[in-house]
């Protein structure tokens, strides 16, 4: 096995931890909002309360993921089916989907179960590849959800200007 297994238990227990939290902090917001649709709204734009839920719904299903990537590694590994093991090596150190990107879509203030959640998985900067940490510390400043945007036009055109500037994967 390629990792420690007290790592792997390491990480998991921190995805899993996070996961709870998102997941609490999800069933806050729909116990607030039951029966009380009609005082938000439609709920379409960035930082609604339908889009919240959206951005908390990404990240929990994104942590789940991560975790039952980690289980199926962990295992493969364990029963010697070594090239399902590879195939999950592979993703184990992508970082969960929209995660921490779910954020762009939320309300601001995040709740604190999301904010916890959020410091938490900063533990994991050096498992998962590049930046990760960085990019948490980016959604936690955030001062306003940014997506969906307002002026579609101008949220593609912004796109193109960052994908063409020098040092853009």
């Given amino acids: 096995m390629d990792h420690d297994l ?3 238990r390491h990480v998991a227990g921190i995805l899993n931890e996070a996961l709870d939290l998102l997941k609490s902090e999800e069933k806050r917001l729909v116990e607030h909002r039951a029966g ?9 734009g960035a930082g609604s309360p339908g889009q919240t839920l959206i951005g908390l719904g990404e990240m ?11 289980a199926l590694y962990a295992g493969f590994s364990a ?13 184990l150190r992508v970082e ?4 921490p990107s779910g954020t762009n879509r939320m ?17 994991l900067d050096t498992f998962f590849a590049g930046g990760f940490a ?13 997506y969906p945007p307002a002026d579609w036009e101008a949220y593609r055109r912004q796109e193109r200007s960052e994908a063409a500037a020098p040092g853009a994967v």
């Fill in 107 to 123: 309300a601001r203030p995040l709740g604190e179960a999301t904010v916890e959640a959020l410091q938490l998985l900063r533990e």
């Fill in 60 to 70: 929990t299903t994104g942590l789940r993921a991560s975790i039952d990537g980690l």
């Fill in 96 to 99: 969960p989907r929209c995660v």
């Fill in 6 to 8: 007290d790592e792997l």
């Fill in 36 to 44: 009380r649709e009609r005082e938000y709204g439609s709920g379409d």
């Fill in 79 to 91: 029963l010697g089916l070594e090239k399902q093991a590879e195939g999950e090596h592979r993703r």
């Fill in 134 to 146: 960085a990019r948490i510390d980016e959604a936690l400043a955030a001062p306003r959800a940014t």
